[in-house]
């Protein structure tokens, strides 16, 4: 008997304890090296496979089936982040005025919106639709053995089928993030101005003045990032997806619960780091 017998049989608990972590870290070095292969392989999307990504574009932008009824992930995303504006016109106002401050409803538009708000609900959003879908689409194929037969005709499975998805993801995700930021400074306007009666001149003039253009820069960085890192985390739960159709449904949870800690993490992460010492504004004038 070897001395790796032995030592199980004389403390067996330490052993499962020992067994689980080393699973768990060789968990986390395939995810880390599937992340890798799934980055390098971007070139070889482009230059084998653009008519898939071209197809990918079309389908997480304005849907299929269903979802294409309601115009797909554009018209979610901008129903979501046109009712977080509201809520930034509605508490904003009110605890503002508490203090006799209201006119500085513009100031917390254009501060909190592009610097929390808009991220995060479009991490959100590319999370529940664009990342759900993909994790169900390769889960499907993996079960049904679809991912094999790619491999046994040739094809780079992970390039054709992970790496363009990712780059469908981002590439999707600009113009989304552009109708997000839109829809929360609209709703935020709307809400001030109209349903408070606030001056529609000294809501701009507030909101222009701390409205920076690099902080619009900074929070399209920061929904790049968030969707590479979401697009990566749903592309390999599918990817590795057992177990049947509860083993998709399973890996679809699994992969949207990670893709929105990943999302909240990056948003944070990135703001600490751009914004942690100064903030980059002076209210005092």
Same mark, same amino acid.
Request: aromatic content about 10%; glycine content about 12%; hydrophobic content about 50%.
């Given at each position: ?15 499962? $304890? ?44 304005? #849907? ?14 901008? !129903?979501?982040?046109?009712? @977080? ?7 904003? *106002? ?62 780079? =499975?992970?390039? *054709?089928?992970? =790496? ?25 306007? !709307? ?8 001056? @529609? ?12 253009? $690099? ?5 399209? !960085?920061?929904?790049?990032? $968030? ?7 749903? @592309?390999?739960? #599918?990817? @590795? ?37 100064? #903030? ?6």
């Amino acid at each position: 008997m070897t001395a790796k017998g032995v030592f199980g049989q004389r403390f067996p608990r330490l052993s499962r $304890s020992a067994r689980g972590a080393a699973s768990g870290w060789n968990r986390v070095g395939n995810q880390m090296a599937f992340y890798v292969q799934t980055l390098a392989d971007i070139r070889i999307a482009f230059v084998h496979y653009k008519k898939e990504i071209v197809r990918l574009i079309a389908q997480m932008s304005l #849907g299929i089936g269903a979802l294409a009824l309601i115009g797909g992930t554009v018209v979610i995303v901008g !129903f979501l982040t046109l009712t @977080t504006g509201a809520i930034i016109a509605v508490q904003g *106002y009110n605890q503002l005025s508490g203090i006799g401050v209201e006119a500085l409803t513009g100031f917390l538009s254009a501060y909190v919106n592009v610097r929390i708000v808009a991220p995060a609900v479009a991490n959100i959003a590319l999370s529940a639709t664009i990342g759900a879908g993909a994790t169900a689409q390769l889960g499907a194929m993996r079960i049904a053995e679809e991912i094999d037969a790619l491999e046994v005709m040739g094809i780079r =499975s992970i390039a *054709y089928l992970a =790496s363009t998805r990712v780059t469908g993801g981002v590439i999707v995700v600009i113009p989304l993030y552009c109708i997000a930021v839109l829809m929360t400074f609209l709703a935020a306007r !709307f809400g001030t101005t109209a349903v408070y009666g606030q001056s @529609t001149g000294v809501y701009d003039h507030y909101f222009n003045t701390f409205l920076h253009s $690099s902080d619009v820069l900074w929070s399209i !960085f920061t929904a790049l990032l $968030s969707a590479v890192a979401i697009m990566l985390v749903h @592309t390999y739960y #599918g990817y @590795t997806a057992s177990g049947g159709p509860a083993g998709v449904g399973e890996a679809v949870g699994r992969a949207v619960r990670t893709s929105l800690i990943v999302g909240a993490f990056m948003v944070m992460t990135i703001s600490l780091a751009v914004y942690g010492q100064s #903030g980059n504004f002076n209210l005092s004038g």
